[in-house]
């Protein structure tokens, strides 16, 4: 007969983990190995005191299922006179001092949520016993011992385990019920402040009753409602997140208009009566009263957030039907034009939001902040810790204050190093995880992070980190889109399970989630593809001679993004640092492809054992109904074998582009014909390879999304016609801008610049005063001239562009270009070409007849831009398209002595 604990609870003597060592002292077991009798199921004894049955009613369904047999379950102490030799499984409570409520501090987060396994028994008298402090500790627990039931049944009776996790604060992008069946103890609720608040202080009132703001947000707070009311029911912490500034867009229509925002000085009259066109101003006091009654009122009435995450980074709110509109209160560039807000400092400007947020947040509302250091820059507050250090010298106060940072220096990216700014000490730090990496396919295709993550928490080690926040999806801009969130799993698994053990091997991780989800006899071999899936996808995603010396923002130039294909001027710098290794460039594709074939051999050595199960637990679709949560093997094997099909064609489209390119480039700038021969050949290969991604992927069963041509296409016509017309005159250009194009009324306008070529005046441009200069070097990429990095702003403006060449003799040529957008033309002072057109820049769109003066020509560009860049294709050849022998371009230098010279004579006449 089993021998039963007396009813009443072990009453904590001193608080921390020593509530592990006490129920190791008290549970009387037998830790010895002994067989699996044939006779299954037994009893589960559950707490009478329960407050979340939902939870427990899916954890003891998980428990049962993985245990097998049929179970009995009771609440509370039972007689257990008539289970002689059942098994029993028991749930139970050690009272601890602990502090009513969530609010707690993070140590006694860590200690609650901690819980002891311990094993006794022996043949069909086998005992397993979960102690945990609290509710939440006895869930995980449960949901843990299901887990290794599943991955082994023989060894789970004689499991003695003590778990307690190593951060206190544990995020998880995913539903409540999967959050804390992973072991999270906070999930975000999916809202911002701007639009769960009426402003009520407001007068007059920014949304009043009745009107569709009004029941906008009512809607929005009722659905909210709803969602916490769910982490409530699974004992989970509520986190709101947000970018800054962000309001209804009625704001901007009230009448505080003018006291909270700044006129954006690309601002027109339609503009204006859409509500676009304004900006929030940093500077204005009023946008500060908003801002804080925002945050007072959700707080108050919404009692059940815990956290309030912030970030000021970035900000994706835009167009003229978004509810909500904003702006961040450090963005770069052209996004901040009042001289009040340009007068502030970009540490200062993170400070005093930090600091006002913190004062309602933490100080007037009880609760706990965590701010996001993320931005676009690679010296900032996210990863320079001289800055972060300057940003926390101008905060009074810190206590109840998180950052939360990536643990890259910059985005996730591989070949980046650590962000250097969490070893700064201090202060407490969360760092961030990503399960499903937005630039490297989505889970569309087997990609195991868990040597990085293993070697991050080494890097963790003695750091102020209290808290993980794993992003078990979401990120990025685009697709592609799974069919099946197979291979997103074993990442999610692996972040889990390290966020309670930092010491777990990366080949055990990936075995046991290979075992949960293929079987054991599978396991070992879907673990190796697993451990070998991410040097595929490094190998053809990116560029290893340069990636591995760029790594300030994008190590692979973004020539993929999400799931969009760039197109050359992504692959222009890659090419330009490694013209002389592009063979090397080419071979590491090859060996990407050689890893997705192992990896399907892999597959197939597995896939007899795998498709001879009929039905596979998912316990990843628990939001399901459990008749809903399985598989057959032969549709799993079918999942894994499209998945590394569908990577590998991908792979071959790829690589037949970058070798395209590249050899396309080495052939115009050496005429070597076996470089033109090798271009031919990838150009035919990618158009296969292309053609069978397109029309062949899209008919497999549990295929994702397909990546999308984004300049792909247009780049390979641009490579053909450079076979043909290898011309390439590098061309010294100077520029002057930015002019008013608004309303598109620069093409028609005569600005001064077309007027007189005087290098040395100064002009009234849309801004401010505007000079002539040399156009930077990284403007100049390959033949194509990028006008839009020279400028502020870069949108809806008219600029020049001026250069000179040298011909040996009067000809008629042919003048190709390609532009983006409207342009206008004049060779020698007459105008030859305009085209008041809107479009991207290709070579050779436009060509032109002309005629070349012997000695020096002077080339004049009038360029007006939309948006989303611009700039310009140019090119001469003869009437038949080949080279004009004997084309030299002019220096910077001689250019502005020419013109120079050349004004002042005009001045003399």
Same mark, same amino acid.
């Given at each position: 007969m089993l021998t039963l604990f007396r009813s009443h609870n072990v009453r904590?003597?001193?608080? /921390?983990?020593?509530?592990i060592l006490i129920a190791s002292a008290m549970v009387v077991c037998v830790q010895t190995a002994a067989q699996d009798s044939a006779k299954t199921g037994g009893l589960i004894l559950i707490p009478a005191e329960r407050t979340a049955p939902q939870a427990w009613r899916i954890m003891l369904e998980e428990v049962e299922r993985a245990f097998g047999g049929e179970w009995e379950s009771a609440e509370g102490r039972i007689a257990a006179a008539d289970k002689v030799g059942a098994r029993l499984i028991e749930f139970r409570y050690l009272e601890t001092e602990t502090s009513a409520?969530?609010? *707690?501090?993070?140590?006694?987060? @860590?200690?609650?949520?901690? !819980?002891?396994?311990?094993?006794?028994?022996?043949? +069909?008298?086998?005992?397993? *016993?979960?102690?945990?402090? @609290?509710?939440? /500790?006895?869930? !995980?627990?449960?949901?843990?011992?299901?887990?290794?039931?599943?991955? +082994?049944?023989? @060894?789970? =009776?004689?499991? %003695?385990? #003590?778990?307690?996790?190593? !951060?206190?604060?544990?995020?998880?992008?995913?539903?409540?019920? %999967?959050?804390?069946?992973?072991? !999270? %103890? #906070?999930?975000?609720?999916?809202?911002?402040?701007?639009?769960?608040?009426?402003?009520?202080?407001?007068?007059?009132?920014?949304?009043?009753?009745?009107s569709m703001g009004f029941e906008r947000t009512l809607r929005n707070r009722e659905w909210f409602t709803a969602e916490l009311r769910e982490h409530d029911a699974y004992l989970l912490d509520s986190c709101i997140v947000t970018d800054e500034f962000l309001f209804p867009r009625e704001l901007i229509f009230s009448p505080y208009r003018a006291e909270v925002t700044e006129r954006d000085f690309q601002e027109s009259e339609l503009d204006s009566r859409l509500g676009l066109g304004r900006i929030f101003c940093f500077a204005k006091e009023r946008l500060w009263q908003f801002y804080r009654m925002k945050y007072r009122e959700v707080l108050k009435d919404f009692p059940q957030l815990d956290y309030v995450m912030l970030r000021l980074g970035e900000h994706r709110t835009?167009?003229? +039907?978004?509810a909500y509109v904003g702006n961040s209160v450090y963005a770069l560039g052209s996004n901040l034009y009042c001289d009040d807000c340009r007068s502030i400092s970009y540490e200062e400007r993170i400070a005093r939001t930090i600091r006002e947020t913190y004062n309602v947040v933490v *100080? +007037?509302? /009880?609760?706990?902040?965590?701010?996001? #250091? =993320?931005?676009?820059? #690679?010296d900032g507050f996210n990863n320079n810790p001289a800055v972060f250090r300057s940003v926390l010298a101008r905060l009074p106060d810190t206590q109840g204050l998180i950052f939360s940072s990536k643990y890259t220096f910059g985005d996730f990216w591989e070949y980046f190093d650590f962000n250097p700014t969490i070893a700064v000490e201090h202060v407490p730090r969360m760092v961030e995880f990503q399960c499903t990496r937005e630039y490297e396919g989505k889970g569309a295709f087997p990609n195991f992070l868990g040597e990085e993550f293993v070697a991050t928490y080494q890097y963790l080690k003695g750091k102020p980190v209290i808290g993980i926040w794993n992003w078990h999806h979401g990120g990025g801009q685009g697709g592609p889109v799974v069919a099946n969130d197979l291979w997103n799993q074993a990442n999610i698994y692996a972040a889990a399970h390290l966020m309670w053990d930092p010491h777990i091997s990366a080949e055990t991780l990936a075995t046991e989630w290979a075992t949960l989800y293929f079987g054991s006899e599978a396991a070992p071999v879907i673990a190796r593809l697993l451990l070998r899936s991410d040097d595929a996808v490094r190998h053809w995603r990116y560029f290893g001679r340069y990636s591995s010396k760029h790594k300030n923002w994008t190590p692979a130039e973004l020539w993929v993004r999400d799931d969009k294909i760039r197109g050359d001027l992504a692959l222009y710098p890659i090419y330009r640092e490694c013209r002389h290794v592009i063979d090397e460039l080419i071979e590491e594709k090859d060996l990407a492809l050689k890893e997705i074939e192992m990896m399907r051999h892999l597959l197939r050595f597995a896939k007899l054992s795998v498709c001879a199960r009929e039905q596979i637990y998912l316990p990843w679709l628990g939001n399901q109904p459990p008749a809903e949560r399985f598989i057959s093997g032969s549709d799993l094997c079918a999942v894994a074998e499209t998945s590394l099909q569908y990577e590998y064609v991908l792979a071959s489209v790829l690589r037949n582009y970058a070798a395209s390119y590249f050899y396309t480039q080495s052939y115009r700038d050496t005429a070597n014909p076996a470089m033109k021969e090798r271009a031919a050949t990838a150009l035919a290969a990618w158009q296969d390879s292309w053609t069978s991604y397109t029309t062949t992927i899209p008919q497999l069963p549990f295929a994702a999304s397909l990546y999308t041509d984004d300049g792909m296409i247009a780049t390979i016509e641009k490579l053909r016609y450079y076979l043909e017309h290898p011309v390439r005159l590098d061309l010294s250009w100077w520029i002057i801008g930015p002019f008013d194009n608004r309303q598109k009324q620069g093409f028609d306008a005569v600005y001064l610049p077309e007027q007189e070529l005087d290098l040395s005046a100064e002009y009234q441009g849309l801004t401010g005063k505007v000079r002539w200069r040399s156009l930077p070097a990284e403007c100049v990429i390959d033949d194509f001239i990028a006008m839009d990095p020279a400028f502020t702003p870069d949108d809806w403006i008219t600029m020049y562009a001026v250069t000179q060449f040298h011909a040996p003799q009067a000809q008629e040529a042919e003048l190709r270009v390609g532009s983006d957008d409207a342009i206008k033309i004049w060779l020698n002072g007459e105008l030859v070409h305009q085209n008041n057109v809107y479009r991207a820049a290709k070579p050779g769109d436009d060509v032109i007849r002309v005629q070349l003066r012997r000695g020096t020509n002077t080339l004049l560009i009038k360029l007006m831009e939309g948006i989303l860049g611009c700039g310009f294709y140019v090119q001469f050849t003869t009437p038949d398209g080949a080279e004009i022998i004997g084309l030299k371009p002019i220096t910077h230098d001689a250019i502005f002595r020419t013109l120079i010279s050349e004004v002042a004579c005009s001045q003399n006449l």
């Open positions: 904590m003597i001193c608080p /921390g983990v020593l509530v409520g969530k609010s *707690r501090s993070f140590r006694e987060k @860590q200690r609650i949520d901690a !819980y002891v396994i311990r094993s006794g028994g022996s043949g +069909d008298e086998k005992h397993l *016993r979960v102690f945990a402090a @609290q509710e939440q /500790g006895l869930l !995980y627990g449960g949901f843990y011992l299901a887990e290794r039931a599943r991955i +082994d049944p023989q @060894q789970v =009776w004689v499991l %003695n385990v #003590t778990r307690v996790p190593a !951060y206190s604060v544990r995020l998880a992008s995913d539903s409540p019920m %999967n959050a804390l069946r992973l072991g !999270y %103890n #906070t999930v975000f609720a999916d809202a911002t402040p701007a639009s769960l608040a009426f402003f009520k202080d407001a007068k007059p009132a920014i949304l009043p009753p009745g835009a167009g003229k +039907d978004a *100080r +007037d509302s /009880g609760r706990r902040y965590i701010h996001r #250091t =993320w931005d676009l820059r #690679t």
